[in-house]
């Protein structure tokens, strides 16, 4: 019994009900393992791994100069910026904005740089749900081809402070 | 050894010695009282998150959820985990504690390193929730609390070898350990390797509140951090799983089926279950994507295999023994005349049910790369894990409690009725707020936000309307559960204060 100490012998061959439960879970998860790998290499929603460490003002620089450049419109206090695709764009997350507001072509590949200036963020977008985590010290590189248009809003999902909740961007595709 | 200082449980057979009989009650008071205060600090978390309710104030809200996630994940459940140490490495050895000094010196940091955590918290000086991810920063006094409360745990289960060791030498077991104390052996090995990950982040971390060190890499600190706080989530499964086998042990008189496969299974958790921490990481920088596939694979998913070769024991434990006192027509007539009344056996069925097919389904769903980027940081995590670590282990250990109290605090349960309905009403509750989470986050809920409505935010956004139906079911689940756990504290400490005593031999 499970409170007595076993029997003498207790390496005991398993029977056929056993064999057959712990082979077919064995298969199982054998399969299911394999689909991690196999998924990496047929599937196209692998969360990006390029990174590049890179220091707060050095990446501000690098976002002021993409809005400078760029720059097509204002909302709200945060610029509009339409990048070209052949060029690095940038999101930058802070306590507690999204920035700036970028505004993509559908059926561009842009390399989208994700940073965050102060403390961990979690970028959420919303409606289509892709999240990823933005770190400061590291930038991030997302290979991002849009394959709809319209608007979208980027959600902060990690905690960062009492204005967590109003931590909300928002991004085009057109 | 004096043995006037030992007793013989009338109603188990149990030897029992004064010694861990002390150690025990005190940690399972502790756990109970810590789990009184996370259940509150739950339903009012709870109460804010349901939009039709919001409840606190902003500050508030986050405040009580730091403070919810550590009395109820690390306090309540590292208490009751104590407590079963020394159940499983003296009571059921049928010798005593060794070295109780060193018990209770555990006792005296858990307790301690408890409560700074908690004034801390109250006091709006650690809003950081139990992550504490740098370079968020608290008082340095909450990153010493954390610290103490490890130190005490890591000798606790330091002193489970302590036990089985000297018990051996006095005769305890002769060969092998019983299968519950195998059990917790695993959780004890795991949890010296966890606390030890503890020790190397939580001491950083210390030093740089203290600014004596300047920087904490944020990504090095999550790796670090999810080696603690996710392999001592597979101390809760050893755990869990030796309730499991002793509760049909107790209850029914249930054998392992085979001793080999079971303990093997355990083995599997302890070599295998520290390749799923990175799972926490798989949509950060920094890790290469071969890198995190490997760090969440189980190792070929074999530490899944061990649960399921758990989810076929067990059961089959039960019927082996409920058809050898003499139900055996048809199939299931054992089943259909189990002690469903008593919730120990129900309480163990329950959590063994929800375990599975919401906290472990969910989790291996979600530890995928594809998955994690389209679950990670939704509600749907806050709903994978309250099927595991509340549906399953929370509802194992309060099962458990049900047999501990006469056991060991020699009461009888006080309110049997109301007794055998708390496990179903706790585990409809927190089943229905699990998937009305996971269902909320699976449309991008956001988990610890103050306000999905984002008030004040420079732009406006608003989630699929489908979602109001899911939190309000969350909603509604979460009263359920809150009712079923208010119940418990109740039945346990009543019992225990109130319950009628029992005669000893
Ligand atoms: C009365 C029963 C309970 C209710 C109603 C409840 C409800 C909740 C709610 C609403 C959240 C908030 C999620 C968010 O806003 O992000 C939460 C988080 C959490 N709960 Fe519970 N819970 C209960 C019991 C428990 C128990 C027993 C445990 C542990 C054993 C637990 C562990 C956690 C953890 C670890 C978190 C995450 C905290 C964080 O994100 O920092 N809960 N719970
Ligand atoms: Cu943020
Ligand atoms: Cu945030």
């Known amino acids: 019994m499970a409170i007595h100490e076993p029997e003498r012998i207790w390496w005991n061959p398993l029977s056929k009900d056993e064999r057959v439960w712990v082979g077919v879970a064995l298969i199982w998860m054998l399969v299911s393992f394999i689909f991690m790998p196999v998924y990496h290499l047929v599937g196209s929603q692998n969360p990006p791994s390029t990174t590049y460490s890179v220091k707060a003002d050095d990446f501000d620089k690098l976002v002021e100069g993409m809005v400078g450049k760029y720059k097509v419109g204002e909302e709200n206090g945060f610029p509009v910026v339409h990048p070209d695709p052949s060029e690095p764009v940038f999101i930058r997350a802070s306590m507690w904005q999204w920035y700036p507001i970028l505004e993509l072509e559908k059926g561009k590949t842009y390399k989208v740089h994700l940073s965050s200036i102060d403390i961990q963020h979690g970028f959420s977008l919303q409606p289509i749900n892709m999240n990823l985590m933005a770190l400061p010290g590291y930038d991030y590189v997302i290979k991002l081809t849009p394959t709809s248009t319209g608007e979208f809003h980027i959600v902060c999902n990690e905690y960062c402070g009492v204005g967590h909740h109003t931590m909300v961007g928002k991004m085009y595709v057109k | ?505």
Not at chain 2, 274 to 303: F, G, I, Q, R
Not at chain 2, 424 to 432: C, E, I
């Open chain 2, 1 to 505: 050894m004096a043995n006037t200082d030992f007793r013989t449980c009338s109603l188990s057979g149990l030897k029992i010695h004064r010694s861990s009989e002390l150690l025990i009650r005190w940690n399972l008071i502790a756990a109970f009282a810590t789990l009184a205060v996370g259940g509150l600090m739950g339903l009012l978390v709870l109460l804010t998150r349901w939009p039709s309710v919001h409840l606190l104030p902003v500050e508030h809200y986050y405040r009580f959820l730091t403070a919810h996630g550590l009395d109820a994940l690390l306090a309540w459940i590292i208490f009751f985990e104590i407590a079963l140490v020394h159940f499983t490495s003296a009571v059921l050895l049928g010798t005593r504690s060794y070295v109780t000094w060193l018990g209770w010196v555990a006792f005296a940091l858990m307790l301690i390193g408890g409560a700074l955590i908690n004034t801390i918290v109250v006091l709006g000086r650690a809003d950081v929730m139990f992550t504490s991810y740098v370079p968020l920063k608290a008082d340095p006094l909450y990153y010493l609390g954390v610290i103490l409360f490890a130190v005490g745990a890591l000798i606790g289960f330091i002193h489970f070898f302590i036990n089985i060791v000297l018990s051996k030498r006095d005769g305890g077991f002769k060969r092998s350990l019983p299968l519950g104390s195998f059990g917790l052996a695993a959780a004890s090995i795991i949890g010296i390797l966890t606390l030890a990950h503890g020790a190397a982040i939580f001491l950083p971390t210390l030093l740089w509140s203290m600014d004596v060190i300047p920087t904490i890499d944020p990504s090095a600190y999550r790796l670090v951090f999810w080696g603690l706080g996710h392999s001592s989530q597979q101390i809760n499964v050893c755990a869990m799983v030796a309730v499991w086998y002793m509760t049909s042990a107790f209850v029914v008189g249930g054998k392992p089926v085979n001793e080999k496969l079971s303990r093997t299974a355990f083995v599997l958790y302890i070599l295998f279950i520290n390749l799923a921490s990175e799972h926490h990481l798989l949509v950060d920088p920094v890790l290469s994507s071969w890198h995190k596939v490997v760090n969440t694979s189980y190792m070929m998913h074999l530490a899944v295999l061990a649960s399921m070769i758990h989810a076929f024991a067990i059961p089959a434990s039960m019927e082996v023994a409920l058809r050898k006192q003499g139900y055996t027509r048809g199939l299931f007539e054992w089943l259909k005349k189990a002690p469903w009344g008593n919730p120990a056996f129900s309480g163990v069925i329950i959590s063994i049910v929800l375990f599975g097919f919401l906290g472990g389904i969910t989790g291996v769903i979600f530890g995928t790369e594809q998955f994690a980027i389209i679950r990670h940081n939704t509600f749907a995590i806050t709903g994978h894990f309250h099927g595991t670590v509340v549906a399953g282990t929370t509802i194992a250990f309060m099962a458990f409690t049900y047999l501990l109290i006469p056991f060991i605090f020699k009461r009888e349960l006080i309110w049997k009725g109301f007794a055998s309905i708390q496990p179903w009403l706790y585990g409809a509750g927190v089943a229905t707020l699990s998937i009305g989470m996971m269902s909320a986050g699976s449309f991008g809920v956001p988990r610890r936000h103050y306000d999905i409505t984002f008030s004040g935010a420079p732009f406006s956004f608003t989630f699929d309307p489908a979602i109001d139906m899911f939190m309000s079911m969350m909603g509604v689940g979460g009263v359920l559960a809150a009712a079923g756990g208010f119940l418990f504290i109740l039945i346990a400490f009543g019992s225990i204060i109130f319950g009628k005593k029992m005669e000893q031999r």
